[in-house]
């Protein structure tokens, strides 16, 4: 079986512009959760996605936004980027969501300059 | 919403010496407990799991504990050997909700 696979691996952009994120989960896996990682912050939770729909957000701003497909595929947005965006971009993939495994996917590295 | 408190931040052990990470959630809703490992430059993986209907779990050198009163759960790790240094994370969450992660322990194993 695949493993979660996101694109692309590295960015850079700079401020104001804004940037998009994919991420293709484990064949079957109908929940896509999407997490921001910085140094000493750990993993935050920006939202999940089930079956095209947004189940649950977590506390980032409007900024920033997804979606996800009938494929389960699933994207993220983040417009008008900020220094503090910077971070490495995790998605990860599970059957039903909340107290399924997930699985990681490599991760975007996003810098903004 | 659920939040999860870990400590230590970071913890250095002897080899072979055993290392305890702790954390403690908020809702009691919260069913689910899981706990990731990250290696330098690689992806979170999950190396145990347990759910609010059992205390303990092992898994080899691995034991993870939950408290459901006190709201707390521990991983234990013996034996400690170079290839467990890492970062590790615990998360609560279950049903429809997300899992909320803890902020990490960046365990360190001295020859």
Not at chain 2, 35 to 64: C, F, M, T
Not at chain 2, 80 to 108: M, R, W
Request: glycine share 10%.
């Amino acid at each position: 079986k695949a493993g979660v696979t996101q694109t692309p691996r590295y960015l850079i952009k700079t401020r104001g512009q804004q940037v998009t994120l994919s991420c293709s989960p484990i064949s079957g896996h109908r929940s896509v959760s999407w997490y921001q990682q910085t140094p000493g912050q750990g993993l935050q939770f920006l939202f999940e996605y089930f079956s095209e729909t947004q189940r649950n957000k977590g506390n980032f701003p409007g900024r920033f936004s997804g979606r996800q497909f009938s494929n389960s595929r699933s994207e993220m947005n983040v417009s008008t980027l900020e220094l503090g965006d910077s971070a490495l971009y995790l998605c990860a993939s599970s059957s039903g969501g909340g107290a399924d495994e997930q699985f990681f996917g490599p991760g975007t590295r996003l810098t903004v300059l | 919403g659920e939040n999860v408190e870990q400590h230590p931040s970071t913890l250095s052990v002897q080899e072979g010496d055993s290392a305890v990470i702790k954390c403690t959630y908020s809702d009691s809703a919260s069913n689910y407990f899981p706990w990731y490992k990250q290696e330098l430059g690689k992806r979170p993986q999950l190396i145990i799991d347990i759910r609010s209907n059992v205390g303990e779990k092992k898994d080899q050198r691995i034991a993870v504990t939950l408290n459901k009163t006190a709201k707390h759960f521990s991983l234990h790790i013996t034996e400690t050997q170079p290839e467990d240094s890492a970062v590790y994370f615990c998360a609560a969450g279950g049903g429809a909700d997300g899992l909320t992660f803890g902020k990490g322990t960046h365990l360190i194993i001295q020859p």
